[in-house]
């Protein structure tokens, strides 16, 4: 009988993940870095437009748009007060068409299930975005069809 022993070389990664060689290791914590500085990078954008802009308490209340009467239950409502222009930038990185003042997002709930609850960028493929001049505009248009003007001011001004 001959002993054999064998003996071999493992690196293993910061997250405990294991590799056959060295260079595979150094890709992959390469990799795991980059992708943690987008995560920690969007979570920062995340975090300030959520504190300076979004208004939780207008949540799932729908704008009122002519060509949108009734809603899908899978439809959800975010409403967001842009007022500085590191909100208006990042809401216009994450959704497109932003604007100062409010805005009403329309989403499909699955689609921004990412960004709200996981915290992660949503791979959404349809929002709407209302700026509060055009949902003034349309109620307006909605009245006139019955033959009635209106006009609007914001209180207090």
């Known amino acids: 009988m001959i002993e054999v022993v064998k003996q071999y070389v493992e690196y293993e990664a910061d997250d405990g993940r294991v ?3 060295k260079e595979e290791c150094m890709q992959y914590e390469e990799r795991r870095a980059t992708e943690l500085e987008k995560e920690n990078e969007f979570l920062e954008k ?3 437009l ?4 979004w208004i939780p308490s207008y949540d799932s209340i729908p704008p009122h748009t002519c ?3 009734t809603f899908s ?3 959800g409502f975010i409403w967001f007060d842009i007022k500085d222009k590191k909100s208006y930038d990042i809401f216009e990185e994450f959704f497109g068409d932003a604007e100062y003042g409010l805005i009403c ?4 709930y699955f689609e921004m299930e990412d960004l709200f609850y996981h915290k992660k960028f949503p791979k959404y493929s349809e929002t709407y975005v209302y700026s509060f001049k055009n949902i003034l505009e349309s109620i307006q248009g909605y009245l006139k069809q019955f ?3 209106a006009s609007f001011s914001k209180v207090g001004e």
């Open 50 to 53: 959520m504190g300076n802009s």
């Open 19 to 21: 590799f056959h060689t």
């Open 67 to 69: 060509e949108n009467e």
């Open 73 to 75: 239950s899978d439809v």
């Open 46 to 48: 995340y975090n300030y």
């Open 105 to 108: 997002l329309e989403h499909w």
């Open 147 to 149: 033959g009635y003007e």
